[in-house]
């Protein structure tokens, strides 16, 4: 198959793409965790001292150590007894989580809790439904998942229409990157992907971002996206379809055609697939009740 469609970004766009949102820079509080967090042999009593300094990383590590996912019997207290819980790579899935959370404001608290809990809820499925798999890291489709639409709040801070845009998709069952192309001078998958080479997170994860929402993302070559990449789009489509799904929601992001490329993908079969529903299920309701 012929590709005449050029995906890189020229600097002319991406000057127009940074002139045109503003991209929040990663906290150095991010920084210093995740550092220590991928060293070969962590210091967990420092990583939970940076923690314990940032009052909305601590909520979050310790709401996830007593969650229903990692709680078993006694409740923890402290951020040292979270750590040694939850382990280092899903204490850094909690770290970039909140300081994400932490980075967007300056739009109604209500949308924003709605969308970072659908967020929250979609990189849980995708992590469960990565840890069903082979081969694809659950702790890396959790960021993954995270990022892949943390540009749908700029764009919604930066364009004063882009709400009135995202009801239109709703009631016209238009899916969202399209309309973006269409009334404004970026999309959020260009900006998602900046941002996440801002944080300086692997590059990977941008790639994938960058072409989540591209028609032909099963068939570029590998040279464009990587097989790596293209497993965490997969493995997302299949998370945010599930939910819509289960919620009775609107999918404005996936649509049927990509579900279907991304089961093929995966080679999630019709009982598989069935499965997963029900753990995905199971799992919201879980995190609901914490």
């Not at 404001?105 to 967020?119: H, K, S």
């Not at 639409?149 to 009631?171: H, Q, S, T």
């Not at 998602?192 to 032909?216: K, M, T, Y």
Request: contains cysteine; proline residues 6%.
């Amino acid at each position: 198959m012929a590709h005449n469609k050029t995906y890189e970004l020229s600097h002319d766009d991406l000057n127009k793409v940074m002139a045109s949102v503003d991209i929040p820079v990663c906290p150095g509080v991010l920084t210093e965790a995740m550092s220590e967090a991928q060293k070969d042999e962590p210091d967990i009593r420092r990583l939970a001292d940076i923690i314990t300094a940032d009052p909305g990383m601590s909520a979050a590590a310790l709401k996830l150590a007593n969650s229903p996912l990692y709680g078993s019997g006694r409740a923890v207290s402290s951020v040292r007894n979270a750590v040694e819980r939850l382990g280092t790579k899903n204490i850094v899935c909690v770290v970039v989580a909140s300081s994400l959370r932490a980075s967007i404001t300056g739009l109604p608290a209500a949308w924003l809790e709605q969308f970072w809990r659908r967020t929250s809820m979609m990189a849980l499925a995708a992590s469960l439904i990565a840890r069903r798999l082979y081969g694809i890291s659950p702790d890396a489709a959790y960021t993954y998942t995270l990022f892949h639409d943390a540009a749908i709040p700029l764009m919604m801070k930066r364009f004063p229409n882009y709400g009135e845009v995202l009801e239109k998709c709703e009631r016209e069952g238009m899916l969202l990157e399209q309309a973006e192309a269409q009334f404004f001078p970026c999309t959020h998958p260009i900006v998602g992907s900046l941002l996440v080479r801002n944080w300086g997170l692997p590059p990977i994860l941008g790639q994938a971002i960058r072409f989540h929402h591209e028609p032909d993302a099963y068939d570029l070559p590998d040279r464009t996206l990587p097989g790596g990449a293209l497993s965490f789009i997969a493995v997302t489509q299949v998370a945010e379809h599930l939910l819509a799904e289960i919620q009775q929601g609107e999918d404005l992001e996936v649509g049927s055609a990509l579900f279907e490329r991304a089961i093929d993908y995966l080679g999630i079969s019709p009982d598989d697939l069935d499965r997963l529903r029900q753990q995905v299920n199971a799992a919201i309701e879980d995190a609901s009740l914490a």
